[in-house]
Each structure stands twice: as structure tokens, then as C-alpha cells.
């Protein structure tokens, strides 16, 4: 819709749109919210961040636009919270959340979406496609973090300095697939000297578990070359930081702001109530940086939906594919390792409406306004953009269930791993050779 200069504002202030909203067009509002958010990371009877109700991945997500363009996407996100919380009973003074669709409708992923759900989540995301408003979403890997800071506090041969990258994400990937406690308690709570030994005596008790099998020969080589790293290295520090980075967020946001040729200084951010995340994001020159109540915010309620959409999609896989429950010696002498882990045949058990959403979900999260951050290690995004990917790849429904549920698992798994190795092929890295 065309607004002239003396027509009435859009946003609803009663003014003329020339003494309004037009002299704000340059002006950038981005609402953020965040989900498995664990202010520091700790190690008792098990990593905190891997208890059941948790997830390795703290996920946040912020959405906005020029203040023209969210007055709009606000006020037509508006309207879909009050039909739904019509439809499912909520309240009109309680708040309607992404809690309401928890873990459970992910089990399976679409699947598990039952009817509203699905439909709540489809009227979103067409709301996203119509508008256009910049969507930025982060999966950052607690364990990646421990890596790096890890990694940082290492004596490591200079040569090996360009390689950090590889060294991180094949650190991050053992932690992350194994989960053995004791590393973890050396991690936070030890030196940074005692988690190298303890590292390097699980990288080779691994190794040796594994010999001889051939779906472990690649993890196998790349253990190799960092037992070789950890060997030559050493650490004169004690402990490493174990508070949440909150600076991330803002860091990955202002490089996506330089690619929408956004002015950072012309653009106002605004947190659902966290005080940490409030007193980081001050230090990035933002024109304004405030808290704000979800319940009075519309946008802050979208960006909730929205991660935690993403976020509880990661953590249903991280459950569905994951090695080992916990890096307790005892479960690890039982495992075999030989056998794959893949996402459940349910997981393509989708009707015809499921199948449609996971079209339209690829659509935006391949679309110019979509932007995604993940530290060097981020498979849990990656396995579910490739879940999106593959299905997207069949033309219509028809063609995809000629296809047995069993095949798709398996072809998925392939498409996976082609994903996988590509973002690591994208390092420009190859400590191997």
C-alpha cells in the first residue's frame, strides 16, 4: 500500500505520514530474544548444559526493519496472536508464548505438529515472506565456546596458528559427540593443563575403541592430527572464563546490519528483560539500547515464537542422532559404535500440510533478509537446514512419498554429511595433509 505525504500514518499516531513515520524511515528497531540460555556453564553430577532441559545450544534471534515496516508486521502479528488465542483458550490477559508449543510438538519434528501448531507456525512464516522483515538467528555451541576459550589459553606450535578454525570445530566435535564428564569438570572447574591431559587420554581411548571401524575413519583422522596438536602444546594458565559471552550476539548482528546497509548508529535494539544482555549490548554504539516487557511488546513475542521454533527443531535433533547420553566411561564400554545414529523414520512421516511448511520455512531461511550465525562448530543448524533442504528438493508431495521413509533416512544422512563436510571444506583449512 502507497502512503502519500498528507495521508494519516499507518502506524496509528493520527498524524500526517510527513510529520511521522517518513522522517523515521532510516531509523532501524531489532527485538531480540534468546532460548537455553545458561548464564555460566558448570560441571556437578553432569554439564549443565546438557541436562534434559536444556541444550548445548544457546539460540537468540533478532527481528526488526525500519520503524515503517514493524509498525506493519507488528500490528498484522497482532492479529494472528488474538485468533489463536481465541482458538486455543489462552487468556487475553495471559501471554501467549512459544511454551505454549513445547518440546513435545518436536519430537518428531513436523510430525509432531498438530493442527495448530502447524497452522499458527504457517501464518508466521507467511507473515515473514510478505513483509520481509530481517530475521537474524544464532545457535552458538556452549561446548564450541569452552573450546575456544580452551584453545586460547594453549601454547600452540605458531605454524599451527592458521588452523584454528580446524582445530576448534574437531576439539568442539569430540566434546560435543562423546560428553565424557571428566573433561568437562577439568574444563570448569580445573587447569587448563589438566584438561590437555585429560583430553588427550580420551581422544586416545576413543581411538583405540574405534579402530577398524569404517563409518569412524574420517572422525578417527582428524583425532589424530589434535592428538599431534595437544602433544606439542601447553598452557602456563590456570582456569578458563566460564560466564556467558553475551557479546557474541551484538558482534555477529552488527556484521549482518553492514550487509543490509544498515547505519548501526541509526538503529535501536530491544531486549526482553535480561539484564547482562542489556549491559553488553551498551557498548555498541547502538542510537538506543532498552529493555523491554514481552507482555508489551508484540515483537519481542515474535522473536520468541521464532527461536524457540528453531531452537526446540535443534534440540529434538540433538536428542534423535546423539552418540552417547553422557561421557560416563561404563556407557561408552557398551556402545557400539559402528552403528549410525539417523533421525527417526517419523520424521518424514509428514502430511501433505507439514510438507508445505517445510517449503515455505526453506524459502525464508534462504532468502536475503534470513541470516544464520554459528561459531566454528554448529552442526545441530546445519542438520536442520539440510532436513529443510531435502525436503524441499522433491517438486511436490506426490513425489516425495513415492519415496519409502526409510530410503528418505538414509538419503538425508547422505545429504547431511555432504553439508557437513562442505562447511568444513569452507574453513580453507586442511591440517590433514
Same mark, same amino acid.
Given at each position: 500500500?502507497?502512503?502519500?505525504r498528507?495521508?494519516?500514518?499507518?502506524?496509528g499516531?493520527?498524524?500526517?505520514?510527513k $510529520?511521522c513515520c517518513?522522517?523515521? &524511515?532510516?531509523?532501524?528497531?531489532f527485538? $531480540?530474544?534468546e532460548?537455553y540460555?545458561?548464564?555460566?556453564?558448570t560441571?556437578?553430577e553432569?554439564?549443565?548444559?546438557?541436562?534434559?532441559q536444556?541444550?548445548?545450544?544457546?539460540c537468540?534471534?533478532?527481528?526488526?526493519?525500519? %520503524?515503517?515496516?514493524?509498525?506493519k508486521?507488528?500490528?498484522?502479528?497482532e492479529n494472528?496472536?488474538l485468533? $489463536?488465542?481465541?482458538?486455543?483458550?489462552?487468556?487475553?490477559?495471559?501471554?501467549?508464548? &512459544?511454551t505454549?508449543?513445547g518440546?513435545?510438538?518436536?519430537?518428531?519434528?513436523?510430525? &509432531?505438529?498438530n493442527k495448530?501448531?502447524?497452522?499458527f507456525?504457517?501464518?508466521?512464516?507467511?507473515?515473514?515472506?510478505?513483509?520481509?522483515?530481517?530475521?537474524?538467528?544464532?545457535a552458538?555451541?556452549?561446548?564450541s565456546?569452552?573450546?575456544y576459550r580452551?584453545?586460547?589459553?594453549?601454547?600452540?606450535?605458531?605454524?599451527?596458528?592458521?588452523?584454528?578454525?580446524v582445530?576448534?570445530y574437531?576439539?568442539?566435535?569430540?566434546?560435543?559427540?562423546?560428553?565424557f564428564t571428566?573433561i568437562? /569438570?577439568d574444563?570448569?572447574?580445573?587447569s587448563v593443563?589438566? &584438561?590437555?591431559?585429560?583430553i588427550?587420554?580420551?581422544?586416545?581411548?576413543?581411538?583405540?575403541?574405534?579402530?577398524?571401524?569404517?563409518?569412524?575413519?574420517?572422525?578417527?583422522?582428524?583425532?589424530?592430527?589434535?592428538?599431534n596438536?595437544?602433544?606439542?602444546s601447553?598452557?602456563?594458565?590456570?582456569?578458563?572464563?566460564?560466564?556467558? /559471552?553475551?557479546?557474541?550476539?551484538?558482534?555477529s548482528?552488527?556484521?549482518?546490519l553492514?550487509?543490509?546497509?544498515i547505519?548501526?548508529?541509526?538503529?535501536k535494539?530491544?531486549?526482553d528483560?535480561?539484564?547482562?544482555?542489556?549491559n553488553?549490548a551498551?557498548n555498541?554504539?547502538?542510537?538506543?539500547?532498552?529493555?523491554?516487557?514481552?507482555?508489551?511488546s508484540s515483537l519481542?513475542r515474535?522473536?520468541?515464537?521464532?527461536v524457540?521454533?528453531?531452537?526446540r527443531?535443534i534440540?529434538?535433533?540433538e536428542?534423535?542422532?546423539?552418540?552417547?547420553?553422557?561421557?560416563?566411561?561404563?556407557?561408552?564400554?557398551?556402545?557400539n559404535?559402528?552403528?549410525?545414529?539417523?533421525?527417526?523414520e517419523?520424521?518424514?512421516?509428514?502430511?501433505e500440510?507439514?510438507?508445505?511448511?517445510?517449503?515455505?520455512?526453506?524459502?525464508?531461511?534462504?532468502s536475503?533478509?534470513?541470516?544464520?550465525? %554459528?561459531?566454528?562448530f554448529?552442526?545441530g543448524?546445519i542438520?536442520?537446514?539440510? $532436513?529443510?533442504?531435502y525436503?524441499?528438493?522433491?517438486?511436490?508431495?506426490?513425489?516425495?512419498?513415492?519415496?519409502?521413509?526409510?530410503?528418505?533416512?538414509?538419503n538425508?544422512?547422505?545429504?547431511?554429511?555432504?553439508e557437513?563436510?562442505?562447511?568444513?571444506d569452507?574453513?580453507?583449512?586442511?591440517?590433514?595433509?
Amino acid at each position: 500500500m502507497n502512503i502519500g505525504r498528507n495521508d494519516k500514518c499507518s502506524c496509528g499516531s493520527g498524524k500526517k505520514y510527513k $510529520y511521522c513515520c517518513l522522517s523515521k &524511515s532510516n531509523c532501524y528497531e531489532f527485538y $531480540y530474544d534468546e532460548i537455553y540460555h545458561d548464564r555460566k556453564l558448570t560441571n556437578k553430577e553432569l554439564t549443565n548444559f546438557f541436562l534434559e532441559q536444556s541444550s548445548d545450544y544457546f539460540c537468540f534471534m533478532f527481528i526488526g526493519d525500519n %520503524i515503517i515496516n514493524n509498525h506493519k508486521l507488528a500490528n498484522l502479528f497482532e492479529n494472528i496472536e488474538l485468533k $489463536y488465542k481465541s482458538k486455543l483458550s489462552i487468556p487475553n490477559d495471559k501471554e501467549f508464548k &512459544s511454551t505454549t508449543f513445547g518440546i513435545k510438538y518436536y519430537k518428531d519434528g513436523l510430525h &509432531s505438529f498438530n493442527k495448530d501448531c502447524l497452522s499458527f507456525y504457517e501464518e508466521i512464516v507467511n507473515l515473514c515472506l510478505c513483509v520481509s522483515p530481517k530475521l537474524l538467528f544464532g545457535a552458538l555451541s556452549k561446548t564450541s565456546l569452552l573450546t575456544y576459550r580452551f584453545l586460547s589459553a594453549l601454547m600452540i606450535p605458531i605454524e599451527i596458528h592458521p588452523y584454528f578454525q580446524v582445530i576448534g570445530y574437531t576439539l568442539s566435535k569430540f566434546l560435543y559427540t562423546y560428553k565424557f564428564t571428566e573433561i568437562f /569438570d577439568d574444563l570448569i572447574n580445573k587447569s587448563v593443563e589438566d &584438561s590437555r591431559i585429560e583430553i588427550l587420554n580420551k581422544l586416545n581411548y576413543i581411538l583405540k575403541k574405534n579402530n577398524g571401524l569404517p563409518r569412524k575413519w574420517s572422525e578417527n583422522r582428524c583425532f589424530y592430527s589434535l592428538v599431534n596438536i595437544l602433544e606439542n602444546s601447553s598452557s602456563a594458565e590456570d582456569k578458563i572464563e566460564t560466564d556467558w /559471552d553475551y557479546s557474541i550476539a551484538f558482534q555477529s548482528l552488527n556484521e549482518n546490519l553492514l550487509k543490509w546497509s544498515i547505519d548501526k548508529t541509526q538503529t535501536k535494539i530491544f531486549i526482553d528483560n535480561e539484564d547482562n544482555t542489556l549491559n553488553v549490548a551498551n557498548n555498541f554504539n547502538y542510537a538506543e539500547v532498552k529493555c523491554l516487557d514481552s507482555k508489551k511488546s508484540s515483537l519481542i513475542r515474535f522473536a520468541d515464537f521464532f527461536v524457540g521454533m528453531i531452537a526446540r527443531f535443534i534440540k529434538s535433533i540433538e536428542e534423535t542422532i546423539k552418540e552417547v547420553n553422557t561421557g560416563k566411561k561404563e556407557e561408552i564400554e557398551d556402545k557400539n559404535f559402528d552403528e549410525n545414529r539417523y533421525l527417526s523414520e517419523s520424521w518424514f512421516d509428514v502430511n501433505e500440510k507439514q510438507f508445505a511448511f517445510a517449503l515455505k520455512l526453506f524459502r525464508l531461511f534462504s532468502s536475503n533478509n534470513f541470516a544464520s550465525y %554459528i561459531m566454528f562448530f554448529g552442526d545441530g543448524f546445519i542438520y536442520l537446514y539440510s $532436513y529443510l533442504s531435502y525436503l524441499a528438493s522433491f517438486r511436490t508431495y506426490e513425489a516425495f512419498k513415492k519415496i519409502s521413509n526409510e530410503q528418505h533416512k538414509l538419503n538425508l544422512n547422505a545429504a547431511t554429511l555432504r553439508e557437513l563436510q562442505s562447511f568444513f571444506d569452507k574453513m580453507n583449512l586442511d591440517i590433514l595433509q
